[in-house]
């Protein structure tokens, strides 16, 4: 979700929220490439022209923000800042130097620099940033901050430089199920976002596409949840994304999923209608609760092995974790969901919404249960995630750390610890591929005009044993 930009100045989409997440290379920085917005389909937005002009009374000048220009984000530019390797049945990214870049926000406006990082990011303390912009890895309209006392005027234009570091996503291989001058369909696996966001970039469908399969310009029809395997759509051009919108906005899309539950699900058809609200965008949390959407989803069981249920789900809305939360209330949650199957959520496990806790003590506790396991990884989160101030995801439904991104490798970024990197000083367990699979998969994708399926998961299967 990223907010509007005003006739009367542009406020940024939060780009800033990924500040603290590193540093960037020493010394002047490294040629830039373009900007893009976080989905693939989005807008590019090009950094301030460096003029500069003579102000009375010595009053800091501003560019005026650059239109936005329609078109595809990512290029073979993006694609080139850093390369996969494999390792213990994972996919890395090798660490690389990269911007994030945003106009200043509206409530930035007339404060400091000093004190926004104070305030809004504070995964890392401000003796950080002071030595980041001693460095030259903070800059204003493309000129090096000197002073972080400088205050923030409409149409700034900042950027940081960050030495990142991506999650490991399975190394289970990205499937195509079909492809024609109109559509690519592929078998998602899990634990991979759809787009770029948070804290993945290059581990991420629309990357790995452009880069091992040569697709590129695609159009996001639909999304599904980073743990969620299985169909996914997408168009080649806008104008098969605009008539297949259509069919979605009319309610002609049928999806069907398939989920293995805890214990056994009842033999009839069961129909939830209960509301979902967003406890969190930043941990990616939603709870049934009166004041949330209203959604519907029916559930059939399919098969029972003693101790779990396979179950069909058939989504007549499209809210945040719908499936998982439905199926939690109803109690019967997904055997491996690393949100929804918590003892975070008290003894019941949130079954019929009672979980005995408020919102702040809920996140609290699945992150503290997380933490204990070393698994914060299987959420997509870092502890700098938790420190920074919370926004709204960029549309995966799992992350935060959302805005304009820019990047490009830098010279030896993966070969070199870099000076002011928190994350090469820090040394953390890599998830087991186990852990990157839940038991949730997208089955099968019906429009008006077309039918997209996928073979049944193994863990699908009615003889299936953990």
């Known amino acids: ?95 690389y130097y990269f911007d994030f870049r945003t106009y200043c926000k509206g409530r ?8 926004v990082f104070g305030t809004e990011f504070r995964a890392q303390p401000l003796a950080y940033y002071r030595a980041a912009a001693r460095a ?57 976002p759809v787009h770029p966001c948070g804290r993945f970039r290059h581990n991420t469908v629309i990357f790995i596409l452009g880069k091992e399969h040569g697709l590129r310009e695609l159009h996001t029809l639909h999304r599904l949840d980073r743990m969620t395997s299985g169909v996914l759509m997408f168009a080649k051009t806008a104008a098969v994304s605009k008539r297949i919108d259509e069919q979605v906005r009319q309610r002609q899309l049928e999806k069907e999923y398939v989920c293995r539950v805890v214990g056994e699900f009842p033999e009839h058809e069961v129909v939830c209608e209960e509301p979902i609200l967003v406890v969190s965008y930043k941990v990616g949390v939603c709870r049934v609760d009166p004041k949330g959407k209203p959604c519907q989803t029916l559930f059939q069981r399919l098969s029972y092995n003693g101790s779990s249920s396979v179950v069909r789900c058939l989504p007549r809305t499209g809210r945040t974790h719908q499936i998982r939360v439905h199926l939690q209330f109803l109690g019967h949650p997904i055997v491996n969901d690393p949100i929804y199957n918590m003892e975070a959520w008290g003894p019941l496990r949130g079954k019929g919404g009672k979980i005995g806790k408020t919102d702040e003590e809920l996140l609290k506790a699945l992150v503290e249960e997380h933490r204990s396991k070393q698994s914060l990884e299987v959420l997509g989160i870092g502890e700098e995630d938790l420190n920074s101030s919370e926004s709204k995801d960029c549309g995966n439904s799992e992350l935060s750390l959302c805005g304009n991104q820019d990047g490009q490798r830098g010279e030896k970024g993966w070969e070199e610890k870099d000076p002011l990197c928190v994350e090469c000083r820090t040394s953390r367990r890599d998830p087991s591929p186990k852990e990157l699979v839940m038991f949730l998969h997208a089955l099968r994708y019906k429009g008006a005009d077309f039918e997209y399926c996928s073979s049944m998961p193994e863990w699908a299967m009615e003889d299936w044993e953990e």
């Open 1 to 95: 979700d990223t907010e509007c930009w005003g006739k009367k100045g542009r406020h940024g989409t939060g780009a800033l929220g990924a500040w603290p997440g590193g540093a960037a290379r020493p010394g002047p920085g490294p040629s830039r490439a373009r900007e893009e917005e976080p989905d693939p389909a989005g807008k590019e937005e090009a950094a301030p022209a460096a003029k500069k002009r003579r102000l009375a009374g010595g009053e800091r000048y501003v560019p005026p923000p650059r239109k936005l220009n329609t078109g595809v984000s990512f290029g073979a530019e993006h694609f080139a800042e850093t390369s996969y390797y494999f390792e213990g049945g994972l996919r890395k990214v090798r660490p």
């Open 108 to 115: 930035w406006v007339g404060r400091s620099l000093l004190h």
């Open 136 to 192: 030259g890895r903070l800059r204003l309209n493309e000129e090096p901050v000197r002073d972080l006392d400088i205050v923030l005027k409409n149409n700034d234009f900042l950027r940081n430089t960050v030495h990142r570091h991506e999650p490991p996503v399975t190394a289970q291989p990205i499937r195509i199920l079909a492809e024609d001058e109109e559509v690519v369909v592929v078998d998602k696996p899990s634990s991979l």
